[in-house]
């Protein structure tokens, strides 16, 4: 069985699920998307879900990233260590039968800290195998957990993650900012006011409540505190990310409404940018690994 003779790829994360069939040319011919994330399931309701995917996309073979193969998942693949290529994923791959493989997430462990990440490394290495990046990379894929990598010849040496997308989520459902955090976020003064005031002279827990403190007394604008207190917090990840030593062009890569607030904070640091779309580069990095299978 050829695997580029058409398969299905699933992105299959924690809150949702997206599946694309692949055809003969390696393009995508046909996609969709919904809420049966991981966390949706039980453990014996998986195999019905996979039947599912075959049911709406074509009986096809299927090439599963991302949530499913956590301990919380489908069937648990476990971490590639770094130093980690598309080699790596694809001799680890965890085979619930000749029609079903499993891309393992990667591992850091070393400077005193650890490390974990499903998913992303399909997108981040994709594009490098695609040829989208320089192999010597510093990526940014902001996200829930946003993660820093960076890439040597093409493979990932070393990354962090900073869980930045849950903490706005967190303070906008459970905290005094909430009703602040309801309007829309965008790449404007105020968010790169809060970028740069972030990157180079932050107090960030004191700074927060300072944003409230500001609406009340009149001195800023309730509608700006939602960008404002985003600046502050990507302000924050964009110096955590930036500490790690490169000079490389620094890609971006995701959703383009998370990818446009980075891009706008880094860009204040005067450092360059290369913005990906997630999904096309998940498909160059599935597609690569369907090569190898």
């Known amino acids: 069985m050829a695997w580029t003779d058409g398969f299905i790829a699933v992105d299959w994360g924690t809150t949702n699920r997206r599946a694309y069939r692949i055809d003969k040319s390696g393009k ?26 075959r049911k709406r996309l074509d009986d096809l073979p299927l090439l599963l990233a991302g949530m499913v193969g956590s301990n919380r998942g489908w069937i648990e693949a476990p971490y590639v260590p770094c ?3 598309i080699d790596d994923l694809v001799t680890a791959l965890v085979r619930p039968s000749e029609r079903e493989a499993i ?13 974990v990440m499903r998913g992303e490394e399909v997108q981040l290495l994709g594009a490098a195998a695609a040829g989208k990046i320089d192999p010597d990379s510093l990526v940014c894929h902001p ?19 900073v869980m930045t997308g849950e903490l706005f989520s967190l303070l906008k459902a459970h905290s ?24 180079y002279d932050e107090k960030l827990p004191s700074d927060l409540f300072g944003v409230r403190a500001s609406v009340l007394l009149g001195r800023s604008k309730k509608e700006e505190a939602a960008s404002y207190i985003s600046g502050l917090l990507i302000g924050t990840d964009v110096r955590i990310g930036l500490a790690t030593p490169s000079r490389a062009v620094i890609t ?37 690994i369907a090569k190898r299978i």
Request: proline share 4%.
């Open 103 to 115: 891309v393992p997430g990667v591992s850091f462990i070393g400077d005193g800290r650890a490390d």
């Open 143 to 161: 996200g829930t957990h946003n993660k820093w990598a960076l890439l040597h010849g093409g493979r990932m040496h070393d990354f962090r993650t």
């Open 28 to 53: 995508c011919a046909d996609r969709f998307e919904d809420d049966k994330g991981v966390l949706s399931l039980s453990s014996a309701e998986f195999p019905d879900a996979v039947a599912e995917i």
């Open 83 to 85: 130093p980690a290529g």
């Open 252 to 288: 971006v890569i995701g959703r383009p409404d998370l990818t446009g607030l980075y891009a706008a904070a880094i860009a204040e640091t005067g450092r360059e940018t290369i913005v990906l779309d997630g999904e096309q580069c998940f498909l160059d990095g599935i597609l690569e």
């Open 176 to 199: 005094i900012l909430g009703d602040l955090l309801q309007g829309v976020v965008e790449p404007n003064a105020a968010f790169k006011q809060a970028a740069r005031h972030a990157i």
